[in-house]
C-alpha cells in the first residue's frame, strides 16, 4: 500500500448522512474516500418531507444535488461499492471492498439502518407510499383522511394519540401482533380510535392508499397505514465490530459520544445507524458535525477520546 493511497477519512455510506460529512471534509482539502451501496432507508418513497428547501423533492434528486455539489472537491472520491469488512486502527484503518482493500486514517460509519416489515401480503409494496413509518415526514398530505396504524406493541398508542390529535379524526388501531399495553382499550376509547382486536392479512392498493382486509373478515380503506418496522444494521459488518450499541424502540443503534465519536478511536458513526428517529434533516446534521469532528481528530488525535463502552 502506498503512502499516497491512505486516504484521511474513509465514509461507509454515501447518503444524507455521509455525503455531508464529506462535504465538511473536501472543504478541508482531506483526502476522502465514500463507499456507496445507494439504497438510503427511504429510497422506496417518492418524495422526501420536512428537509428545509427539499421539502417534497424526491430522496434521489436530493442526494444527486449533494454529490453534485461534491463534484467541485478533487479530494473526494465516491464509489458505487460496498464495504464488507473493517479492521485495523485509528491511522491505518483497513476496509475490504469488490474492488480490494482501502486504507484510511479515520473512519465514519453512515451506512444507516434497514426496515424489516412484517410478513403481511402487499405490505412491501405499499412500503414509502402508503405503508408509512413517520407522521412528520407523510402525514400532512394525507391529513384528515382515514388512517390506520399497524399495532405491535405499546408504541402503537403513542402514534394513535399523535395522528388523532393532529392528522386525522378518523383513526383505526389495528391490534396485529405484540403486547399494546393495559391501557389500550380505555386509551383508544377516550381518544376516539377504533381499536380492532384482529391481526392484518392482507394489503392491497387502492386509490389514495389501500384496502386492508383483517382475520376476522373487518375490511378497512385507509390513505395510510403507520407502523414501526423492526430495523437492523444495514452493512452486516457493523455488528461484528464490537462497538456498543443501545436498544431503540425498533432494534438496536450505536452508542456515541459527543462528536459522534464511538467505543473505537478513529470510528466516528452519522446518521440512522446513531439515532432512533428516522428523520433527514438530523442526519444531514450529524453528518457535520462528524465530518468536521473526523477532521479535528486528524489535527488534534487526543481531543476525540473513544466513550468508555458498557
Ligand atoms: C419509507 C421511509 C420514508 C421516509 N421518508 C422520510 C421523509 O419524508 N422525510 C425525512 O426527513 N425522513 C424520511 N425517512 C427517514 C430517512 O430516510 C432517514 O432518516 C435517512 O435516510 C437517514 O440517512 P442516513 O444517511 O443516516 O442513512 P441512509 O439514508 O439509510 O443511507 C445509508 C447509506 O449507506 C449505504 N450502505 C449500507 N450498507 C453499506 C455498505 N456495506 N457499504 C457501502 N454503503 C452502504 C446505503 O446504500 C445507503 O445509501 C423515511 C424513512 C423511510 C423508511
Known amino acids: 500500500m502506498q503512502e499516497a493511497d491512505l486516504k484521511d477519512v474513509a465514509i461507509i455510506g454515501g447518503s444524507f448522512a455521509g455525503l455531508t460529512a464529506a462535504l465538511q471534509l473536501g472543504r478541508a482539502s482531506r483526502k476522502v474516500a465514500v463507499f456507496d451501496t445507494g439504497r438510503p432507508r427511504n429510497a422506496a418513497s417518492p418524495a422526501a418531507h ?41 491511522d491505518a484503518f483497513r476496509l475490504t471492498t469488490a474492488a480490494g482493500e482501502v486504507m484510511a486514517r479515520r473512519v465514519i460509519l453512515a451506512c444507516g439502518v434497514t426496515d424489516r416489515l412484517p410478513d403481511i401480503p402487499g405490505l412491501a409494496e405499499g412500503w414509502g407510499t402508503w405503508a408509512l413509518h413517520c407522521p412528520y415526514c407523510h402525514g400532512y398530505e394525507i391529513k384528515g383522511q382515514p388512517l390506520s396504524i399497524l399495532g405491535r406493541g405499546p408504541m402503537a398508542l403513542h402514534m394513535a394519540r399523535m395522528l388523532r390529535t393532529d392528522w386525522s379524526q378518523d383513526v383505526s388501531l389495528i391490534a396485529h401482533e405484540g403486547d399494546l399495553g393495559p391501557d389500550a382499550d380505555a386509551e383508544t376509547a377516550a381518544l376516539g380510535v377504533s ?87 438530523p442526519a444531514l446534521a450529524d453528518g457535520a458535525i462528524t465530518g468536521t469532528a473526523a477532521h479535528q481528530s486528524l489535527i488534534w488525535p487526543d481531543r476525540f477520546p473513544p466513550i468508555m463502552e458498557t
Open 195 to 281: 381499536l380492532h382486536r384482529s391481526p392484518l392479512i392482507r394489503a392491497e392498493p387502492r386509490k389514495g392508499g389501500a384496502r386492508l382486509t383483517l382475520a376476522d373478515g373487518t375490511v378497512l380503506q385507509t390513505a395510510g397505514l403507520f407502523l414501526h418496522a423492526d430495523t437492523a444494521f444495514a452493512a452486516p459488518f457493523v455488528a461484528d465490530l464490537g462497538l456498543a450499541t443501545l436498544a431503540g424502540p425498533t432494534g438496536p443503534y450505536l452508542k456515541t459520544g459527543a462528536f459522534n465519536v464511538t467505543g473505537r478511536a478513529g470510528i466516528f458513526a452519522a446518521g440512522d445507524i446513531i439515532r432512533p428517529a428516522g428523520i433527514v434533516t
Open 50 to 90: 420536512g428537509v428545509p428547501g427539499w421539502d417534497g423533492r424526491a430522496p434521489g434528486d436530493i442526494l444527486s444535488a449533494i454529490r453534485g455539489d461534491l463534484a467541485a472537491y478533487p479530494t473526494v472520491s465516491v464509489h458505487d461499492r460496498a464495504v464488507t469488512g473493517l479492521s485495523g486502527e485509528a
